[in-house]
């Protein structure tokens, strides 16, 4: 059995585009918030906190959904592409009333950015859940981890084209000393992207043929399943299984705390801390997505030869270590220089290793047919660990201090550890094969 990694790639367009969307919304949205419309720190945690209040209820909502939805087109995609129409509009009037506020300030064209805001996540919300569950669906469970390294590679090749655009289109010496940044060049970038990703997903994926192959396939397999069925006819996961499943999410939960604090604010902290504009951030996280997309597909290999869970508790225990060398880094220099990008590069090392695991071990935990819902879990833990974080990080830098950032973002993840060390199932330790082989040959 092999990865048939074209088909996995195209499926990994969807992820492409959600990534390119929430890189930029992370570096750009609190900017906007607080050089534009002035908000303390507090209040535009509170904003930022607002796409995971709502993911909180909308990803395993539409992830359910999703899962008893039947078109021709397939169950996933009516999600995928309806999601996208809507975030592609509503992404390109947010800079118009960003710019209108500038020019002329009032209440009306705040709240209008709001409202703008909550629609466009609402949007990203619908089809979230089921884009990432589409690659599970397609994919028979021994080879997930390898599958959603190549998924986690796709997402950071739209990170990294944001990064890119983002670094050339506004460096330090563009941006400094101007009172207003006109991001609508941006939005119409990255909002074309989306487009024209997904495009490609919905004319190259012809998703209710792949999804009965993965199934043909898996019910050869049972011994893939770990569910039992309760005597009436319903399968339920057994109670260790269980077990494992909250220590997971918990850990989920723990480390999102500490990573998406850095990603929701060091835009501001290095602003704030170091004196650097939109362009010096941006290329220290091009570099860490750099680090990232070099290292998802050796993960992917690595997990199949030791196993998801030593392959993620090392990568947890090389980011607490990343973080508190940013805290050293970031408060000794005033300017980025070449060992921050090493650590930031680890950083994406440390990520990739994380992050290319954990969904796997989830699913792997349920039924095919429940594959939109665990997939819906996971992102219920990694969204209520991101509603507290941008509130309580910015709470935190605003009363105590902005070197408190990388600190608080080293003990989260370092607490995310412990909760692994109880998570006993979800693993899979197939027998690693050698050289170039572990890689799998490319399909036609």
Known sequence: MKLNNKRTILVGLAFLSICAFWQMYDNVVPLILTNTFHLNETFSGAIMAADNILALFLLPLFGGLSDRTDTKIGKRMPYILVGTAAAVVLLNVLPLLDNGYYAAPSSFKLVSFVIVLGLLLVAMGLYRSPAVALMPDVTPKPLRSKANAIINLMGAVGGIIYLAIAAVMYPNKKVAGLAHVDYRPLFIIVSAIMFFAVLVLFLTTKEPKLVAENRALEEQHPEWNLAEDDGSGEEVLPANVKK????????IALWFIGYNGITTWFTTYVSQVMGQALGGASTCLLIATGGAILSYIPIGALASKIGRKKTIMGGIVLLAVCFALGYFLTTTYSSINVVMFIVFALVGLAWAAINVNSLPMVVEMCKGSDIGKFTGYYYTASMAAQIVTPILAGTLMRNISYKI????????????????????????????????DAFEEMDD
């Open 244 to 251: 494992s499943l909250g220590f997971l999410l918990a850990s």
């Open 405 to 436: 950032l990388f600190p608080y973002a080293a003990l989260f993840v370092a607490l995310s550890f412990l909760t692994m060390t109880r998570v006993q199932h979800g693993d899979n330790r197939p027998e690693a094969k050698k050289g170039l």
